[in-house]
């Protein structure tokens, strides 16, 4: 009965060294080829597109004349006396047909515009009704992405600059573990209320050409695990299974042999 005891936790032990040995270079190294690559830089950065279900922070200020923009505002001047919770209570959220309801205009439509264009146009329409100039600030209070699968530290993440690749993603996740599939990274994306999603493969440098390298806003991303995790998690099972049967054997035999 020692002999067995000690016998199996040694095989588990070389069989889960096997199991990783099989994964080789190929299967685990990020961009193998961008040493080939020819990455263009684009031009233009990336901007966060306001979508339905955005919670969005809107102030509205005027240096020459403050009093002239309080109409327009839920919060005052002095932000850093709320708490962030009553920062997103007081924030716009964007309806299913992109419009927020605004003080002093009304229905105001921002869905599909990027952070500045926003601005743009909140300026344009504010400066209809005071003749001083005006500034406004727009921030996404809900900008948060989820990683799940086989990772080291899967949950949802809030993302404070608006802006996160999904390499960074992985990143604050601690990246991938070593059962994670490098080739097969799943992106599932909301976009005007359907569900798309995307196969992206981390060994190709064909990553940063992609619409899925930048993340938008309420992103999930699901790392897939290999065989060896599923014949690991296989085997242990069956493991479990035969000790526990060989357990009741073992007392049967005790019990027979008094």
Request: charged share 15%; glycine share 6%; net charge neutral.
């Amino acid at each position: 009965m020692t002999k067995l005891q000690f016998r199996v936790p040694t095989f588990s032990i070389i069989l889960a060294f096997l199991l990783l040995s099989c994964g080789n270079s190929k299967q685990i190294v990020y961009f193998q080829d961008i040493d080939q690559a020819n990455i263009a830089v684009h031009d233009v950065p990336y901007e966060a597109i306001i979508q339905p279900n955005d919670n969005l922070y809107i102030m509205v200020s005027s240096p020459s004349k403050p009093e002239a923009v309080n109409m327009f505002n839920t919060l005052n001047d002095n932000v850093s006396s709320y708490n962030l919770q009553t920062i997103a209570i007081k924030g716009y959220i964007v309806d299913n047909n992109g419009n927020i309801n605004f003080p002093g205009l009304g229905q105001v439509h921002l869905g599909g515009l990027t952070k500045n264009a926003a601005i743009d146009s909140l300026q344009k329409k504010i400066s209809l009704y005071v003749l001083a100039p005006v500034t406004v600030n727009v921030r996404f209070l809900n900008y948060k992405i989820t990683v799940l699968g086989e990772v080291n530290r899967p949950g949802t993440y809030t993302v404070d600059n608006e802006r996160i690749t999904l390499l960074e993603a992985l990143g604050l996740a601690g990246d991938l573990t070593i059962y994670g599939k490098r080739k097969n990274v799943l992106v599932y994306r909301e976009v005007e209320g359907k569900l798309h999603f995307h196969r992206v493969d981390l060994t190709s440098s064909k990553l940063f050409e992609s619409d899925y390298f930048f993340l938008q806003q309420n992103d999930l991303v699901y790392v897939q695990p290999n065989r060896a995790r599923t014949g690991s998690s296989i085997y242990n099972q069956n493991l479990s299974v035969g000790m526990s049967l060989l357990s009741i054997l073992v007392s049967v035999i005790s019990i027979l042999a008094r």
